[in-house]
């Protein structure tokens, strides 16, 4: 019953997301970060993938670059690391996007030895317009 009930909230999830760019009915949105996952990789290593949504109301496509900041802790006080400090280049320019509808974005970042992470922020800057921010819950995100 419980694999059944997860399939079933699995289905409802997918249902909810397609239902945004073919329902009328459902409150039409810009440019979002839809979901974010991250899973560990080689030590200290991350993997991301998220998934950019824009309504069907938008005229054309979106495009822009994204960067991530990931909030935690490190040696018991508060600390965020932005994009460079995370590909560990100062001058690391963020990832393009582009999109009508959705878009997947995949890469890595590290971490120090030492941070614990408690959030990740996405923040997505479009060619025009103002810029999006989007923060998720580490563990509800962090997959083993």
């Not at 997301?17 to 039409?28: A, I, K, L, N």
């Not at 200290?44 to 109301?57: A, D, I, K, S």
């Amino acid at each position: 019953l419980t694999e059944r009930d997860e399939q079933i909230a699995a289905l409802r999830a997918d249902l909810d997301f397609y239902e945004r760019f073919v329902s009328p009915d459902v409150q039409r949105r810009g440019l979002s970060v839809h979901a974010a996952h991250v899973q560990p990789q080689a030590a200290n290593v991350w993997r991301f993938e998220l998934t950019l949504t824009q309504g069907r109301e938008q005229a054309g496509h979106s495009r822009g670059q994204l960067q991530l900041a990931v909030e935690g802790s490190r040696a018991g006080r508060l600390a965020r690391l932005d994009w460079p400090a995370l590909r560990q280049k100062p001058a690391a320019a963020g990832i393009d996007y582009q999109l009508r509808y959705l878009q997947r974005v995949e890469g890595e970042f590290a971490l120090p030895a030492d941070f614990t992470p408690t959030r990740l922020i996405v923040r997505l800057q479009p060619a025009q317009g103002k810029p999006v921010e989007t923060a998720f819950n580490w563990k509800d995100i962090a997959g083993a």
